[in-house]
């Protein structure tokens, strides 16, 4: 994936660090158990917070990476797991961790010759809401070392995320999210489950690692791109978007032979329309 996928939010914009930690020692369970048998696995926790998940993660599994941007929660989790050897407690911001230092070839452990398989790791997390696509676009452009995503979200995005084509929910974030991984919405949660509760409820939501571009025959870069040029303006037509960055004969042409009405919104496409739409571009004179 190409850098400039994961478009970073202004931190000038970004509202202070407050967060609501999850509370529920139900809900934690239940999303621990979301992320499968992950006793042999290495997870990376993302905002661990006071360290509700981390309590249950650090007796199960083998190796627990927690990335924690706060340096006074992440103080205090050093010294709660000073204990467990299987615990790295990162103070850092996960949109700028990087994850080949974390999961790829140690100094001295690969021998000439031989590739390295990369140590694949489970996700769990509480995403702040105002960052949720930046992180996942920043998990999607390191899947190579992630198998599965447990993250709790706001209940808007999680339906966003999940949404299938042709509703209005359907956008951007959904087409990209079901672009690298198969998404399923496990459970709701109220925001008594938190501390300080949020205005507003949470969902929790499972993403397995499962790329599509090879089996849709798109090239990543350019094709994220084309959906971002289809998606730019929701309210705009299909033709009305792309018109912009192809000539009109082309354009037509492409959409003649796809079968695609030139009237229709990019959210009517689903991933399999697009990329056949994308790849009759292909032959088509860009402006």
Known sequence: ??????????????????????????????????????????????????????????????????????RVLAAQLRMKFALYPNVEIIEGDILAIDFHTLFGPKPGTSRPGLAHI????????????YITSDI????????????????????EVADRVAASPGGSQYGLL???????????????????????????????LRLTIAPRLETLGVPEGAFVGFLKTSFGQKRKTLWNNLKLEYAPEALRTALSKTGI????????????????????LSDGARR
Do not use: C, W
């Open 1 to 70: 994936m190409t850098k400039g996928l994961a478009e970073r939010v202004n931190r000038k914009d970004r509202p202070k660090l407050g967060q609501h930690f999850l509370a529920d020692p139900s809900a934690a369970a239940q999303i621990v158990d979301a992320l499968g048998g992950a006793s042999e696995e290495t997870v990376l926790e993302i905002g661990p917070g006071r360290g509700v998940l981390t309590s249950l993660l650090a007796k199960r599994v083998r190796r627990l990476i927690a990335i924690e941007i706060d």
């Open 118 to 129: 990369p140590e694949r790791a489970r996700v769990v997390g509480n995403l702040p809401y």
């Open 136 to 155: 996942l676009l920043r998990l999607f452009e390191f899947r190579q070392y992630l198998e599965t995503i447990v993250i709790m979200v706001q209940r």
């Open 174 to 204: 959904s087409a990209t999210a079901q672009l690298y991984a198969n998404v399923e919405q496990l459970f709701t949660l109220p925001p008594e489950a938190f501390s300080p509760p949020p205005r507003v409820h949470s969902a929790v």
């Open 261 to 280: 009405k030139p009237n229709v919104r990019a959210e009517a496409l689903s991933l399999e329309k697009s990329a056949a739409l994308f790849r009759a």
